[in-house]
């Protein structure tokens, strides 16, 4: 299957500060970027859908401007979790769907789980 | 009701045995249906993709899908403990929908 590369895997930030996450489709081109975050035994709850070039579309109860998200290139979207808190604290998980025949599939990076002491 | 349910287990089972994991949904605009597997502290991984109703097979893993009772399994035949993970399912109306996905079922399966 197709590869998405996530990173970092984990990062450890102090309050306040702001953390950001990269997404890269590293052998197809990825038309939309999904951005998920995920508590601990717990499903994936999906943030936002971003299209290359274009604004991302929040779901409801997230913050845009807490969580920006950019997707300048098919191949790269990038998520920044702002004035992170303690309660930012998760597991975030992007995912990536290109064209043609797999356009429905999507591919999964690795996961980053962040820690806001 | 949530618009899939997924019994959390977890589930465990000894080496060789065969495994039946399962999903029911709400949505009967659903058409495309998955199954992910994820490891610990991984991101989920594609294991199967099945369009509408019928059966899949690939190697030790079989999906199926009864658009009529609205119900998706996915078994494991010969189980490994390198199939011990949580799996999750997940489905969506159209090609370009977003994933619904389930709460995902811990497998562990002893040597």
């Known amino acids: 299957g197709a590869v998405v590369s996530q990173h970092p895997s984990w990062v450890i930030c102090k309050s306040g500060t702001s953390v950001k996450i990269e997404c890269r489709s590293l052998?197809?081109?990825?038309?939309?970027m999904f951005w998920y975050r995920q508590f601990p035994k717990q499903s994936l709850m999906l943030m936002a859908t971003?299209?290359?070039?274009?604004?991302?579309?929040?779901e409801q109860g997230v913050e845009k401007d807490k969580f920006l998200i950019n997707h300048a290139s098919l191949t790269l979207s990038t998520l920044t979790v702002t004035s992170a808190h303690p309660e930012d604290s998760s597991f975030y998980i992007c995912?990536?769907?290109?064209?043609?025949?797999?356009?429905?599939?999507?591919?999964f990076g690795q996961g980053t789980r962040l820690t806001v002491v | 009701q949530k618009e899939v349910e997924q019994d959390p287990g977890p589930l465990s089972v000894p080496e060789g045995a065969i495994v039946s994991l399962n999903c029911t949904y709400s949505?009967?605009?659903?058409?495309?249906f998955m199954w992910y597997r994820q490891y610990s502290r991984k991101g989920p991984e594609l294991l199967m993709y099945?369009?509408?109703?019928g059966n899949k097979e690939d190697g030790r893993f079989t999906a199926q899908v009864d658009k009529s009772s609205k119900y998706i399994s996915l078994f494991i035949r010969d189980s490994q403990p390198s199939d011990s993970a949580t799996y999750l399912c997940?489905?969506?109306?159209?090609?370009?929908?977003?994933?619904?996905f389930g709460k995902g079922t811990k497998l562990s399966v002893k040597p």
């Open positions: 995912s990536a769907r290109g064209g043609g025949w797999w356009d429905t599939e999507a591919f």
């Open positions: 052998d197809f081109q990825a038309t939309t």
């Open positions: 971003s299209n290359e070039g274009s604004k991302a579309t929040y």
């Open positions: 949505n009967s605009a659903f058409q495309y």
């Open positions: 099945t369009y509408s109703s």
């Open positions: 997940a489905m969506t109306g159209g090609s370009q929908g977003n994933l619904i």
